[in-house]
């Protein structure tokens, strides 16, 4: 079995990716396989790895599917011992994914771990650990940008600490862990899968981890504000994972209080 697959979704980022893949030339451990899986790119995306990467295994689908089952499509035909998904938008940096395997090695309790993700302008990228999305925690996040100016978590901690998820930008597991959890929730089909994901991993016994050591660079998701399409898909998704998880009385709550909330919380 090998070390590591590594997934990536893409869909019109023709660009960003060829970097991607440039940096995972360089940088991925072997023995790693690297699959892709095209959601019907119109940008020549796919003739580009076909052409320049002729290592990387090609998934071509017809339509956009959505992130979470492109994914999935990836997961079944992968064969490494631990599965690492990566947005199309990212660079590996020089040992990045060998710390992450490592520390999956050293720790048995994990069952997911993710990376620091970095700003091209070299900050630590909001949002990419943090607690459950509790009708609370909302509430606690939005206190602190309103009262105080500042995010509710410290994203340029170099501590490794346990927490509820990391984001799906750089999201490794076991596949032992996918075995017994399942794959990803297609009826996501953007946002908070990775929230699911990491949720159920923990509810079957496993922990997750942040891991600053290995970095990741992100050029996309910094915020949510200038693209009207995404917030929807990102409050949908909310909604979904609240109709999943928490009781009825919860999502009627959220129904109530996100109109606040995106008022003053720009994610």
């Keep these: 079995m090998l070390d590591l697959s590594v997934i990536i979704v893409s869909w019109n980022t023709r660009d960003l990716l060829r970097g991607c893949l440039m940096s995972l030339q360089a940088h991925k451990p ?3 396989e690297v699959i892709v899986i095209d959601n019907a790119s119109s940008d020549g995306s796919p003739d580009m790895i076909a052409r320049e990467f002729p290592d990387v295994r090609l998934i071509r689908n017809t339509k956009n599917v959505g992130f979470a089952r492109a994914s ?3 997961i ?9 998904l990566l947005n199309s938008d990212t660079q590996v940096t020089a040992g990045a994914l060998e710390t992450l395997v490592a520390f ?14 970095l700003q091209p302008d070299g900050n630590p990228q909001p949002y990419t650990f943090g607690k459950d999305p509790t009708l609370l925690y909302l509430l606690h996040r939005c206190l602190q940008q309103v ?12 501590a490794i600490q346990e927490v509820d ?11 032992e862990v996918i075995d017994q959890v399942g794959l990803l929730d297609e009826h996501f089909f953007l946002y908070f899968e990775d929230n699911d994901w990491c949720l159920r991993i923990r509810k079957a016994g496993w922990k997750i981890y942040y891991n600053p050591r290995a ?13 009207p399409a995404a917030q929807e898909a990102y409050y949908q998704s909310l909604r979904y994972f609240y109709t999943k998880h928490y009781g009825q009385l919860d999502v009627c709550l959220l129904d109530m209080m996100l109109p606040i909330y995106r008022m003053f919380v720009r994610r």
């Design 104 to 117: 999956m090695a050293e720790t048995p309790a994990a069952g997911a771990c993710g990376p620091r993700l």
């Design 215 to 227: 970095e990741i660079i992100h050029f996309g998701g910094q915020s949510l504000f200038q693209n």
């Design 147 to 158: 009262l105080f100016k500042r995010y509710l978590h410290d994203w340029a901690t170099d």
């Design 76 to 84: 079944k035909v992968s064969q490494g011992q631990y599965i690492a």
């Design 165 to 175: 998820w990391v984001s799906g930008a750089c999201l490794m597991l076991r596949r």
């Design 30 to 32: 072997n023995p790693a």
């Design 72 to 74: 999935n499509q990836g």
